[in-house]
């Protein structure tokens, strides 16, 4: 994930640099889980492959509330609950209650279809450090993604609850050729529905989000989206604007912002690339761990093909820190041993081979990233010769 509105910040002199361990150490992190796979509505770009059906074997609450003490012991202090859509879950609250007692920063991530008046009262009381809430297009298109006419009403009902609460609420994007046109009209929802958070996602090649790569959006497309919110983000920074811009699966995105820095504020160039080095790009099986339903422990959220244990039979910390897998020793490795564009870019110290499970998706987990939208020139593979001007 690319914080851009912190590190414009930091370059705007308002917040110090983001503290990040140096690249390839050892860290806790920010762990997502899937607390259940069953969700209200089936999503074309869904990496669980959720459906509105309950689901074997998942963890109970007793083994649920073992999983969050393991996870605390392992020193981990982010946790994100998502699913499917974690508010069919029964015991969310009882969870959520008990992770906070931990002192963990604590976010929901939801649909936000099932967020109404007769539940907002608990959210609220849950005290989420955000509610991030998922928006992919306008209405239109939005329902024709999610497969369900009048879920970009009720999300937005959701938003609009959540503000009045004064819960910090965060909009979610994933960047499609049907939403990208679009994209200039969400980031005014921002301001409307006074949403704190933009996240805008590139499309990851899993789940049925891999059966929808048709819809990715083009490398101009992306370019220009990021050019947008870039554009956004420095904007409420001059404005005084409390907003947080950020970008995921997409680990090119630190050299696009870079490259948009060197035009706009060329005089704060060198101080961004060397955050963005201490940054180190992609940290999935680092800095990243997903937990599934059934409690099998992957990479990230996408990696759901691979599983380094189950958290029922080994503690969190002995999976992910003492004991981890091969797998998660090669995604360690910084910057990764990669081929193809990703091997020979000039930006691979940043980016970090950017996302892995595309390059699976592709054919080769160590091949370039098809994903990635920076050119050839920029990446240092062809030099421009210099041409002499003849003599008159």
């Known amino acids: 994930m690319l914080r851009i509105s912190h590190y414009l910040r930091a370059l705007a002199g308002q917040c110090p640099p983001p503290r990040v361990a140096p690249p390839g150490s050892q860290r806790p992190p920010v ?95 849950a005290h989420f450090d955000y509610v991030g809430i998922s928006i992919d297009g306008l209405e239109a298109i ?5 497969q369900l006419k009048g879920s970009f009403a009720r999300s937005m009902a959701a938003i609009r609850l959540c503000r009045e609460q ?25 301001n409307e529905y006074d949403v704190q958070k933009f996240y805008l996602s590139h499309l990851n090649y899993s789940g049925r989000g891999k059966r929808s790569r048709k819809l ?7 370019r220009e989206a990021m050019t947008l919110i870039f554009e956004r983000a420095w904007h409420d920074i001059e404005q005084g604007r409390d907003s947080d811009f950020v970008s995921g699966n997409n680990d090119a995105d630190a ?33 990243i761990a997903n937990i599934d339903n059934t409690g099998e422990v992957h990479p ?22 003492e004991r981890p897998d091969a797998l998660l020793l090669k995604l360690r490795e910084h910057p990764r041993a990669v081929g193809g564009r990703c091997g020979q870019c000039r930006w691979l110290a940043i ?38 001007t003849p003599c008159a």
């Open 31 to 125: 762990v997502i889980w899937n607390l259940l796979r069953r969700c209200n509505l089936t999503c074309k770009h869904c990496y669980a492959t959720s459906a509105d059906s309950v689901f074997r074997d998942e963890l109970d609450t007793a083994a649920a509330l073992q999983v969050i003490d393991d996870l605390h012991d392992a020193g981990v202090r982010v946790l994100i609950l998502s699913g499917g859509e974690p508010l069919l879950r029964d015991d969310l609250f009882q969870l959520s209650a008990y992770a906070r007692g931990k002192g963990l920063f604590l976010a929901l991530s939801t649909n936000g279809t099932l967020i109404d008046a007769s539940n907002i009262q608990h959210i609220s009381e």
């Open 216 to 222: 990715d959006a083009h490398q101009q497309m992306s």
């Open 300 to 321: 990230d959220t996408y990696w759901w093909q691979h599983s380094v244990g189950n958290v029922r039979q080994t503690p969190f910390k002995r999976l992910w820190s």
């Open 166 to 190: 004064g819960i910090r609420v965060g909009l979610r994007t994933t960047l499609t050729q049907q939403n990208h046109a679009q994209l200039p009209r969400l980031l005014d929802l921002m």
């Open 351 to 388: 980016c970090n081979g950017n996302t892995r499970t595309r390059a699976w998706a592709d054919g080769d987990l160590w091949g370039q990233d098809p994903g990635c939208h920076l050119s050839d020139e920029e990446i240092g593979l062809h030099a421009i010769p210099s041409v002499a």
């Open 142 to 146: 939005h329902d024709e993604f999610r």
């Open 255 to 287: 050299i696009l912002l870079l490259q948009w820095v060197s035009r706009r504020l060329p005089q704060h160039y060198t101080a961004l690339e060397r955050m963005l080095r201490a940054w180190g790009g992609n940290a999935s099986g680092s800095g």
